[in-house]
């Protein structure tokens, strides 16, 4: 062969190769249709980025991370969670009215008429009882939440019924957007692998016009909204997913995206970023916080005396000035003080470093010990300023920082072995006190959230009791979830370092966007305008 | 010519050489502390769902059988489902790869086009001012991080110039207006086939700076390679005879040092581009192209088997080909591999 030949026949042999393992895999389509309503003259369109784990499953009865993002402009849900400081903590979504009796085992939900779904069915109570008994029945993510449901009742079109195995505040379970969107029956028929493809069928203001697997998903308008529409909406949404924050914080420079959120960017970019170019940050109250578990199997912190000396020896406030750019509040308890339930009192514990080392004293400790901490690497600052005040009472803190699922792994598989002190940050799976106090609290025989291992069984009851009160009398309930609380107080269960702000970077130009803690990191694009 | 038991024996090695890639993948896979069943269900999940996810997707197997049904559903042609998106990995590779493959075919179109030439000048003119030149550049280009790189290239021609677009395979509003037809799944091709040249064009200016810092690595390599390589070969008995025979210089570089030197070279860039295939994930994660550098990178984030085994698979199949691939070449240009 002549060697001039031999690059040639190389590249074409490449060619042939890649062409070899790339076409039994190659899906045979056709051309997918124009989305005309995003490229109608003047149209409206905004982009957001999001993280592409996001769309790891587009399946509304097991979607359980940032896909929820897209989604809840996609879904619609029968009750929704009000923005903070309305008069009512439940807005009417797709249920107009509802009511309880039965001391709160019977929830009846009248229905909204009217209401289309994206694939032209009719929204009416066998939809209802069909999408919840089907995220009920494949029992992925927060499905738990749906197992007081034993009976779902259909008397007639617009009215369903659901009948509890024990009490339960259903109205507010059924706004959780883990699991309790409503599909047409079209929809609800269907496999993970139909929602994987990138179709739908709800009853929300936009709809799938186009997924790209890998770069991009754009929503268009459902012109059958049952809201109606107005013109300054926006007709279509362009989801960008996007992986590496250098990239985002580049398209946020570029004005490309009109929003992003702390999943997708850190807090310090977001700092830089706030001001440059038309964009700004927005920092609000979230329902997260920071909880850190003391372990009560692991020596010397099943000792009293050892944990409140933590608690004491936590310096709240300048972690809170030092991390989430300064806009952390002073947690009252495990219940964040944003939601109702919370502890009205500031937490007994405050930075007090002659107390603590008096406590190590009397627990037998003055000569010091040494202790494990186990924290997300991002959160180094706090774990360095608590170790700098911890040395300062001869208490050694070795410092474990890991990737959560690596460290929560290690964590639950062995109570007795795990670090002494765990840091959680815990978002709401259901926006109720419940949330809080049973998943981090409640004993466990197999670990999964309770990572402090803590276990009292008049706290299981009191907890209980009180979720069962919420069903019919949230002030009654919320008076018990205090109650809990103070156990907790008493037996040192945690230190709760702070309570956590939310922070997105929006355009300037989009008016109207109120962060909702319930829903966070998301917006929802019915709701904004793009400013004239 | 080729001898039939060297071809048979080599793809009989490759075989061999695929088999244990997976099985030790697969047996990698399975005996790291980490639970795909706990992720599928998502972290909310109670422990009574994770134990029937595990059960429902035979986690709770012994590995042999684990192990055997895995290889029978591949014997059948079927790569399985993601854990976690629940697509079929087939079809998402049927995405991913040919966009990989698209950037790297054309980073190293593009470094051989370039390197070899230039190699093969700087040789010639051992010490020169080119060779000097080119041997600082290559060094830079070899030593230089992908990610600054990537960085420079984005701020220079995006941010400064704004001649090309910052990021991901096609804009959206193309994408929207002039939808591709999926074809091969190379871009290039596919808007070429169905004369969609507004996207051919946006397609063409997207790859450009991607396809720019994938070729810097190779072409230094293969510069120098091809320099030196060069160099060693006009040094040799052999071309001091043909200068003595009096043959032109020309014909001297084409048929007499070229062929020798050229060897090495191909074997170098043939293995560099398999190892690209799953290597540019840095490349494409800061430009968001969607390929399966990052396809597979989720994958491990998220411990999802069937993925990482078709990549796996796919990547391996790609590297044993581009070496028999190489060799055949070595063959056929060095007629005394065979003799």
């Not at chain 1, 007709?235 to 985002?248: G, K």
């Not at chain 1, 440059?276 to 912190?301: E, K």
């Not at chain 1, 400790?365 to 959160?379: I, K, N, Q, R, V």
Request: aromatic share 10%; proline share 7%.
């Amino acid at each position: 062969m002549q060697p001039r030949y031999a690059l040639l026949v190389s590249l074409c042999f490449l060619a042939v190769l890649s062409g070899c393992v790339t076409a039994p895999l190659a899906p045979a389509r056709a051309q997918p249709p124009a989305v005309e309503v995003a490229l109608a003259a003047g149209a409206n369109v905004a982009h957001a980025a999001i993280e592409p784990a996001a769309f790891a499953d587009f399946d509304p009865s097991s979607a359980c991370t940032s896909e929820l993002w897209v989604l809840v402009n996609v879904y619609e849900t029968l009750t929704r969670y009000a923005p903070l400081g309305s008069q009512d903590a439940l807005e009417p979504g797709l249920a107009t009215s509802w009511a309880v009796s039965d001391e709160g085992m019977t929830w009846t939900f009248k229905l909204r008429e009217g209401v289309k779904f994206h694939d032209g069915a009719n929204f009416d109570a066998s939809a209802v009882k069909r999408s919840i008994e089907r995220t009920k029945e494949l029992g992925q993510c927060a499905a738990f939440l749906l197992e007081p449901i034993s009976e779902i009742q259909v008397p007639d079109p617009y009215t369903v019924v659901f009948n509890l195995a024990y009490p339960a505040p259903l109205d507010s379970i059924l706004a959780s957007p883990y699991g309790a969107w409503i599909m047409s029956p079209g929809a609800a028929d269907k496999d993970a692998a139909w929602f994987a493809a990138g179709n739908e069928s709800g009853t929300g203001p936009y709809r799938f016009a186009r997924y790209e697997p890998g770069q991009r998903l754009v929503v268009q308008r459902f012109d059958d909204y049952w809201r109606g529409w107005q013109p300054d909406q926006f007709d279509a949404v362009i989801f960008e997913m996007i992986d590496d924050p250098v990239a985002a914080e580049q398209m946020l420079r570029a004005g490309e995206l009109d929003f992003a959120n702390q999943v997708v960017l850190t807090a310090d970019q977001m700092a830089s970023l706030d001001g440059h170019n038309g964009l700004r940050l927005d920092a609000a109250p979230s329902l997260g916080n920071w909880v850190i578990f003391l372990n009560h199997r692991h020596p010397p912190t099943d000792d009293l005396r050892v944990r409140q000396a933590l608690a004491y020896s936590f310096p709240y406030e300048s972690v809170m000035a030092h991390t989430m750019l300064g806009k952390g509040t002073l947690a009252h308890g495990p219940v964040p003080t944003s939601l109702w339930g919370h502890d009205p009192e500031p937490s007994r514990y405050i930075e007090d470093l002659d107390q603590a080392a008096s406590l190590l004293e009397q627990a037998g400790y003055a000569s010091g010990l040494e202790l494990t901490f186990s924290y997300d690497p991002t959160e180094q600052t706090m774990a360095e300023l608590w170790q700098a005040n911890l040395a300062k009472i001869g208490v050694k803190l070795k410092l474990e920082p890991a990737d959560f699922p690596i460290r929560w792994d290690a964590a639950k598989s062995a109570p007795e072995k795990a670090p002494h002190a765990f840091l959680l940050t815990w978002a709401p799976d259901v926006v109720d006190p419940y949330s809080y106090l049973f998943n981090m609290f409640h004993s466990e025989e197999q670990p999964l959230w309770n990572l402090g291992f803590y276990s009292d069984p008049a706290f299981d009851a009191l907890v209980d009791q009180a979720r069962r009160q919420s069903a019919v009398d949230q002030t009654a309930a919320s008076a018990l979830y205090v109650d809990a609380q103070g156990m907790l107080a008493d037996d040192a269960a945690a230190i709760y370092a702070s309570d956590l702000p939310e922070f997105n970077i929006i355009a300037d130009d989009i008016q109207g966007f109120v962060t909702n803690p319930s829903y966070s990191h998301l917006v929802i694009w019915y709701d904004v305008r793009r400013k004239e | 010519m080729i001898r039939a038991d060297h071809l048979l024996r080599r793809a009989a090695t490759s075989l061999i050489v695929v088999f244990g890639v997976l099985t030790l993948t697969f047996v990698l896979t399975r005996v790291l502390p980490s639970d795909p069943a706990q992720l599928i269900a998502g972290q909310r999940a109670r422990p009574e769902q994770v134990a029937a996810i595990r059960s429902q997707l035979g986690l709770n197997r012994p590995l042999p059988e684990q192990f055997a049904r895995y290889l029978g559903s591949l014997a059948r042609g079927d790569l399985g489902r993601s854990f976690v998106t629940k697509r079929s990995v087939a079809e998402d590779l049927g995405i991913f790869l040919p966009a990989t493959l698209e950037l790297v075919l054309c980073g190293f179109a593009l470094a051989l086009v370039v390197g070899i030439p230039a190699g093969i000048l700087a040789g010639v003119n051992e010490r020169g001012a080119f060779d000097r030149v080119t041997g600082v550049a290559a060094i830079l280009g070899a030593a230089a991080p992908v990610f600054a790189l990537a960085l420079l290239a984005q701020h220079v021609f995006f941010n400064q110039l704004h001649w090309l677009p910052l990021n991901g395979r096609l804009s959206a509003e193309v994408s929207l207006a002039h939808p591709v037809t999926f074809v091969t799944g190379f871009l290039l091709v596919d808007t070429a086939l169905t004369g969609n040249w507004v996207a051919w064009r946006d397609a063409l200016g997207h790859l450009i700076l991607p396809a720019l810092v994938v070729a810097v690595y190779p072409l230094a390599i293969v510069l120098r390679m091809m320099r030196n390589s060069m160099v060693d070969v006009l040094h040799q008995p052999h071309i001091t005879v043909a200068r003595a025979k009096g043959l032109s210089e020309r014909a001297i570089l084409l048929h007499h040092a070229l062929p020798n030197a050229i060897l090495p070279v191909l074997t170098i860039a043939g293995l560099m581009f398999a190892y690209a295939i799953t290597g540019t994930l840095l490349v494409e994660l800061l430009f968001r192209w969607p390929g399966v550098g990052k396809y597979v990178a989720d994958a491990i984030v998220a411990k999802d088997f069937p993925p990482i085994l078709a990549v796996t698979l796919v990547s391996t199949v790609i590297f044993v080909g581009v070496t028999f691939l190489m060799d055949l070449l070595r063959v056929t240009l060095d007629p005394r591999v065979t003799r």
